[in-house]
């Protein structure tokens, strides 16, 4: 089945301890979103790659980076987290500006 | 910031009845879309309805879309345990390329 996989499903780390976190689809669509989500909130948008092409929402703290080496997969970098920093990631994909497809998402503990 | 505003925050009701949410946004929209999330889950995709649609339905679910007041619902018929869950709209604003603004959602507790 075509899909929206994120790795891990937990994550732990230290506080200012850099962490990576990876999204890999296989519905070959060419937009992929990365959003954070913290308790009882709603899910906010990070950044997302209409392409090739990053696009940075303004409000979005330089600690956190992007990679999208190829249409399949899509990295989110925090360089230092902090304790505020602990959330929930979902990475979302469409195609163009369709509906999102979301992943089940990967669950950041700070300690 | 925010776009959506959901309405109620949370709902209570029995098996078989109807949930209906509302959802309220400020800016012109490309399309609004409803979300399901099961705590600690990712969002499922519910549906899509463009600026220029005034109802969709699919399966229990009807939605409503008036532009003039920029509000939406999302109404489920007969209701079951397992749509417990959290549901968000989402607006795609003119020009945003595909980007969604969330609203904080609605928490839907059904109870058999």
């Known amino acids: 089945d075509a899909m929206v996989i994120q790795n891990p499903r937990y994550q732990v780390t230290q506080f200012g301890k850099p962490v990576t976190l990876s999204c890999s689809q296989t519905?070959?669509?060419?937009?992929m979103y990365w959003y954070q989500q913290k308790s009882s909130q709603a899910p906010k948008l990070l950044f997302h790659?209409?392409?090739?092409?990053?696009?940075n929402e303004a409000d979005t703290p330089d600690n956190f980076q992007s990679r999208r080496p190829n249409t399949s997969f899509c990295f989110l970098d925090i360089r230092s987290p902090g304790l505020g920093d602990a959330a929930m990631y979902l990475c979302?994909?469409?195609?163009?500006?369709?509906?999102?497809?979301f992943g089940p998402g990967t669950r950041l503990t700070v300690l | 910031s925010q776009q959506g505003e959901e309405d109620p925050q949370a709902l209570s009701i029995q098996e078989g009845e109807n949930a209906t949410m509302n959802c309220s946004y400020k800016?012109?929209?490309?399309?609004l879309q409803w979300y399901r999330q099961n705590s600690g889950r990712g969002l499922v995709h519910l549906i899509l309805i463009r600026s220029n649609e005034r109802e969709k339905h699919s399966g229990r679910l009807r939605v409503t879309l008036d532009t003039s007041k920029k509000s939406s619902s999302l109404l489920i018929t007969a209701s079951r345990a397992a749509d417990t869950a959290s549901y968000f709209c989402?607006?795609?604003?003119?020009?945003?390329?595909?980007?969604?603004?969330f609203g904080k959602g609605t928490k839907l507790s059904v109870k058999p």
């Open positions: 790659y209409y392409d090739k092409d990053f696009n």
């Open positions: 989402a607006t795609d604003a003119w020009g945003s390329q595909g980007n969604l603004i």
């Open positions: 800016t012109s929209i490309n399309n």
């Open positions: 519905l070959n669509h060419n937009v």
């Open positions: 979302a994909t469409s195609r163009d500006e369709d509906e999102q497809f």
